[in-house]
């Protein structure tokens, strides 16, 4: 069940409109009993070798960065990164997963500044987002 580059625990949903690309993981923490793998809403991009832990709500319309490590839930409509993952910033494209819109073209920050617009989710050097 591990060898196909793409792991979904037996417990795991995956809404509609989804992409995953290469080597992403939605697996238990090993902690819990019963149901205890993701479950991912519809129109969700999730990025090559991320990796998604527990019983928890990836929300519609997300993004998840590649490499990341998500242990808490996720809204809808955000973009999150890191190791562990944190929000860093609200989506305004609501077809991420079907789009494969991989770029920060359509994510802005609490401000509602682009991300491509600056080149920085935080022009001001504050890190005032939203964590998870």
Not at 35 to 51: E, F, M, S, W, Y
Not at 57 to 83: F, Q
Not at 87 to 99: E, F, Q
Request: net charge negative.
């Amino acid at each position: 069940d591990h060898g196909t580059g793409i792991v979904v625990g037996e417990s795991a949903v995956v809404g509609s409109n989804c992409s995953f690309l290469h080597g992403v993981t939605l697996g238990s923490t090993g902690k819990e009993a019963g149901d205890r793998h993701p479950k991912v809403g519809n129109d969700v991009l999730i990025g090559c070798n991320a990796t998604v832990l527990g019983s928890i709500r990836i929300g519609n319309c997300c993004k998840i960065g590649s490499g990341s490590l998500v242990l808490k839930a996720l809204p809808d409509n955000v973009t999150a990164v890191g190791n562990p993952a944190r929000i860093v910033g609200r989506v305004t494209d609501l077809s991420a997963g079907r789009n494969m819109d991989t770029a920060m073209e359509h994510v802005v920050n609490n401000k509602g500044i682009k991300f491509s617009d600056t080149y920085s989710l935080w022009p001001d050097g504050e890190v005032d987002m939203f964590y998870i």
